[in-house]
Nanobody, 121 residues
Framework: QVQLQESGPGLVKPSQTLSLTCTVS??????????WSWIRQPPGKGLEWMGH???????DYSPSLKSRTSISRDTSKNQFSLQLSSVTPEDTATYYC?????????????WGQGTQVTVSS
């Protein structure tokens, strides 16, 4: 199985850019079997899918976050990253990286442990 580890600052100031990195082990981010996603959970709320990057570098984003979100990858380090610009306190959440693979009609998900990010001045 793949293993995922988020890293980045736990505190970001309003109007700044939130940047997180997911380091992947046990699998390559260039394989076609996986989609690599960022998902977040604000306090007291449910999970919110933000976007993903595929094996070939193509991206897809949540419509509500597309204008502020960028997902990229570094294949030499087997990492993919999240940038969320112009943050506000409403962006405070636990952020997870996720890998999904489909076997037949069933999706298998692998999760990082999550990292808490607070937006505050």
């Amino acid at each position: 199985q793949v293993q995922l580890q988020e890293s980045g600052p736990g505190l970001v100031k309003p109007s700044q850019t939130l940047s997180l990195t997911c380091t992947v082990s046990g699998g390559s981010i260039t394989t076609s079997y996986y989609a690599w996603s960022w998902i977040r959970q604000p306090p007291g709320k449910g999970l919110e899918w933000m976007g993903h990057i595929d094996y070939d570098g193509s991206t897809d984003y949540s419509p509500s976050l597309k204008s502020r979100t960028s997902i990229s990858r570094d294949t030499s380090k087997n990492q993919f990253s999240l940038q969320l610009s112009s943050v506000t306190p409403e962006d405070t959440a636990t952020y997870y990286c996720n890998a999904r693979t489909r076997i037949s009609a069933y999706d298998y998900d692998y999760w990082g442990q999550g990292t808490q990010v607070t937006v505050s001045s």
